[in-house]
């Protein structure tokens, strides 16, 4: 259904149930065509839905609930008003916000108060990157900084640029105390930017509020390639997700059935640039300032959206092998890895962790299971 052809209703009328009926869309395969537009026909189909959304963080932050009672629509929309909060909190581009205050004031190891909340996500992306030995680090922000401003000037960073970044990245630079809640900085210079994680942490936090209403089947997205679901969708077992194939973004590679976990994409096919005949995606390798190389797109599933944001980028980052080991050790981690295709043959799709009964392939793809 097209913004043009979607009822409208003021808020009142919204909250009071009316724009209810006017918002369930009969959306058929929609539910998936919302992360991918303009696909075919999906395994397994999806049914009504209701369809509520908000913007922040730059993005559409969209919760889908099967059509119900008018109680759950006015649930859905005072947890989405959280989300600006959160914003609030972990933006770096506001000077009023939090993190951006916490990057200002930091002065090499001393420590300063955040509150729970910041506490909390900055813990999980730290040890995401602890676990990840440093593929995906919250303080690459100047090293992504530095590559959006050659990008501009049609150019390539120097080595040395490189290197003054690096000298002021590095996860292991940071300290946390649980007790009081502070965070300590020990290099100067450093910044912490929660770009990588701060989408799925939100979901995370929108899906508990909703669990805390006792609303127990619902999809939510940020931004689309960020996804958190519960509970199921009509007959069905969880909701189903479209993923795009990394060459033909308009191509449904794969459907996945998602239910009570997180979801996250990270792929160079869209995001890139050209210089002096060479491509350089937008997904940096934090240990070395470089675009990350050797795969297309990778989509994980996990207990939570944000550990499934974090690693997203990691495995982007660590190849297929690291990404093998990772997930032997984690079996609650679900991954599903495309590296480049090899001359005359169809994708490859390596799957980690992931039950037949979740994950459903087009014919433009061979899958090499590696749970096998």
């Known amino acids: ?16 149930g009316r724009a209810v009926r006017k918002e369930v869309e009969w959306v ?26 908000t913007t922040a963080m730059a993005a559409d932050f969209v919760i889908m609930m099967n059509p119900g009672p008018a109680e759950q629509v006015m649930n859905a929309s005072d947890v989405l008003e959280e989300v600006h909060q959160l914003e609030q909190e972990m933006t770096v581009y506001k000077s009023d916000g939090e993190l951006f205050q916490l990057n200002q004031s930091a002065e090499p190891k001393i ?79 450093l910044q912490l930017n929660l770009g990588g994680i701060g989408k799925g942490f939100a979901l995370d936090v929108l899906g508990e509020g909703l669990l805390e209403r006792e609303e127990t089947n619902w999809m939510m997205h ?34 996945i ?9 990270s792929g160079a096919g869209v995001q890139f640039f050209r210089h002096e005949g060479k491509r350089y995606g937008h997904i940096l390798d934090p240990r ?25 980028t990691a495995f982007f980052v660590m190849g297929l092998e690291k990404t093998r080991e990772y997930c032997d050790n984690f079996p609650d981690i679900g991954v599903l890895l495309i590296p480049p295709p090899k001359q005359g043959r169809r994708l490859q799709v390596h799957t980690f962790n992931l039950p037949d009964q979740t994950l459903f392939l087009s014919d433009h793809s061979e899958q090499i299971d590696e749970t096998l």
């Not at 058929?28 to 959304?53: H, K, M, Y």
């Open 257 to 265: 059935l998602l239910r009570n976990q997180g979801m996250s994409t």
């Open 28 to 53: 058929g395969e929609q539910i998936a065509d919302e992360i991918l537009e303009n696909a075919d026909s999906l395994p397994p189909a999806a049914g009504p839905s209701v369809r509520l959304g």
């Open 288 to 312: 070395t300032g470089i675009p990350a190389e050797n795969v297309l797109s990778v989509t994980v599933l996990a207990p939570s959206a944000a550990v499934a944001d974090a690693l997203s």
């Open 222 to 255: 940020g931004g689309k390639s960020s996804l958190l679901a519960h509970g199921s969708h009509h007959s069905l077992e969880g909701w189903p997700v479209g993923v795009r194939n990394p060459l033909f973004p308009k191509e449904r590679l794969a459907t």
């Open 1 to 16: 259904m097209s913004d043009e052809s979607r009822p409208t209703g003021n808020r009142r009328e919204f909250l009071t």
């Open 111 to 189: 420590a300063q108060e955040v509150s729970p909340r910041l506490f909390e996500v900055v813990r999980d992306a730290l040890e995401v990157a602890h676990k990840t030995e440093g593929a995906y680090d919250p303080t690459s922000g100047p090293l992504i900084d530095l590559w959006r401003l050659a990008r501009r000037e049609n150019r390539v960073p120097t080595d040395q640029e490189i290197n003054d970044c690096l000298k002021h990245c590095g996860h292991h630079h940071v300290s946390l105390d649980a007790e009081s809640t502070t965070v300590a900085f020990h290099v100067p210079h």
